[in-house]
């Protein structure tokens, strides 16, 4: 997912990892600054648009060498979240560095992740402009509830829960999408969708022309 302008800049010093709150993490999470930034996949590539395979395997380099790589790619590219699928790799694994509304900061990895149902009668639905590494350069207004609970599973294969209000919320929902082959495009009417992938075909080359600069410079 990626982040609007203005919401750029807009996260204080609180702040919850794994869905924990801590007294003090670095700007730059210590898994980026292990990780290799890898090519984003773009909207029609088939492993965007299929559900990705549960991830059975827990505790293997493999699979904290990805995370890593991901949380790499992830800065790079000006993002807030970003899908195992966004990084052609067919796992369901997601992170995040996003704040919420209240401005709190939230960094984590999630394995498996299935989103709680909330009854109908309870959800507020929010329209906002919401964006996607994999299409870039264009937002579109979506709707979607304004709180998420995701369960799954870390690393190690330890439960976990993290809860989101807001944009989080938004940010949990739309990574959660991508593992089931669904991106935000895809709720959108068919004329939306078509003038939204007109946009993107027009800036994607501005779009990675940023992101191969920033990859290149140096980190920290």
């Known amino acids: 997912m990626s982040v609007p302008s203005d919401r750029e800049g807009s996260v204080d010093r609180r702040v919850r ?3 924990e709150p801590v007294d003090d993490y670095p700007r730059v999470v210590p898994e980026a600054a292990r990780g290799t930034v890898r090519r984003i996949t773009v909207v029609g590539e088939p492993v965007l648009h299929r559900r990705c395979r549960e991830v059975t395997e827990f505790g293997t380099p493999e699979l904290a060498r990805l995370v890593d790589d991901m949380f790499a790619t992830m800065y790079v590219a000006e993002g807030v979240g970003l899908a195992a699928n966004q990084v052609d790799v067919d796992l369901q694994v997601f992170v995040w560095d996003c704040p919420d509304d209240q401005g709190v900061r939230h ?6 992740p299935v989103l ?3 009854p109908s ?9 919401e964006g ?12 979607r509830p304004d709180h998420a609970v995701v369960r799954g599973f870390d690393l190690a294969g330890r439960p976990l829960v993290v809860e989101g209000w807001g ?8 990574e959660t999408d991508h593992l089931y082959g669904r991106l935000y495009v895809d709720r959108l009417t068919g004329r939306r969708r078509k003038a939204v992938l007109r946009e993107m075909a027009e800036r994607r080359d501005e779009v990675f022309a940023r992101r191969a ?4 410079a140096p980190r920290g």
């Open 17 to 19: 990892v794994q869905g």
């Open 167 to 174: 944009y989080f919320a938004r940010c949990l929902q739309h």
């Open 116 to 118: 709680d149902e909330e």
């Open 213 to 216: 600069a920033r990859a290149a």
């Open 107 to 112: 960094v984590g990895h999630i394995c498996n």
């Open 132 to 143: 996607c590494l994999s299409v870039p350069g264009p937002y579109a207004p979506v709707s």
């Open 121 to 129: 009668g309870s959800r507020r639905l929010v329209e906002s402009d």
